[in-house]
């Protein structure tokens, strides 16, 4: 793993997007991850939508031993009416921590993690017996995996939604 840039805290404004969520078990993660991406992005061409950002991978429920709560996402110039499968949400405003980073989610989510513990900065999240529980937490797919397959190549961005309290 290469981290690029960071580790950081950045302010976001709030960002409209449309996306699928699903519940997955960790194994079938990122299958599902790459078929939602290739569906979601069909659904924004169908429909003459320009997504203004990067395609995100959002994780809002972690279990590696339960059910995976996540979605595929992409940012919108405004508000886009969802449909029974893609429904349209708000990124929320506020400080993320965030790092880029090529080649290794896992490594980069726990270089992240560190780096909030070591500096005693809290993250807005709930923690509950299946799993923990984001605010906000997504990797922005800064290479576009529909022209680069391989992703050992991917540049991502980790961003996780602090605390309001947080230093």
């Known amino acids: 793993m290469e981290i690029v840039d960071g580790p950081r805290i950045?302010?976001?404004?709030?960002?409209?997007?449309?996306?699928?969520?699903?519940?997955?078990?960790?194994r079938g993660m990122f299958a599902v991850r790459d078929e939602l991406m290739d569906e979601l992005h069909a659904w924004l061409d169908g429909r003459s939508v320009p997504d203004i950002g990067p395609t995100f991978f959002r994780l809002?429920?972690?279990?590696?031993?339960?059910?995976?709560?996540?979605?595929?996402?992409?940012?919108?110039?405004?508000?886009?009416?969802?449909?029974?499968?893609?429904?349209?949400?708000?990124?929320?405003?506020?400080?993320?921590?965030?790092?880029?980073?090529?080649?290794?989610?896992?490594?980069?989510?726990?270089?992240?993690l560190e780096w909030l513990r070591d500096n005693e900065i809290s993250l807005a999240r709930w923690d509950e017996p299946a799993g923990d529980h984001f605010a906000c937490r997504y990797e922005a797919y800064l290479t576009d995996p529909r022209s680069e397959r391989m992703k050992t190549k991917w540049r991502v961005e980790l961003n996780i939604l602090l605390a309001e309290d947080s230093a």
């Open 60 to 112: 809002h429920v972690i279990d590696m031993d339960g059910p995976m709560d996540v979605e595929v996402g992409a940012v919108t110039q405004e508000a886009v009416e969802g449909d029974d499968r893609v429904r349209a949400g708000v990124l929320p405003a506020g400080r993320y921590a965030g790092l880029t980073y090529v080649n290794h989610a896992r490594r980069a989510n726990r270089t992240l």
């Open 10 to 26: 950045v302010s976001k404004p709030a960002s409209h997007y449309v996306g699928i969520r699903v519940v997955t078990p960790f």
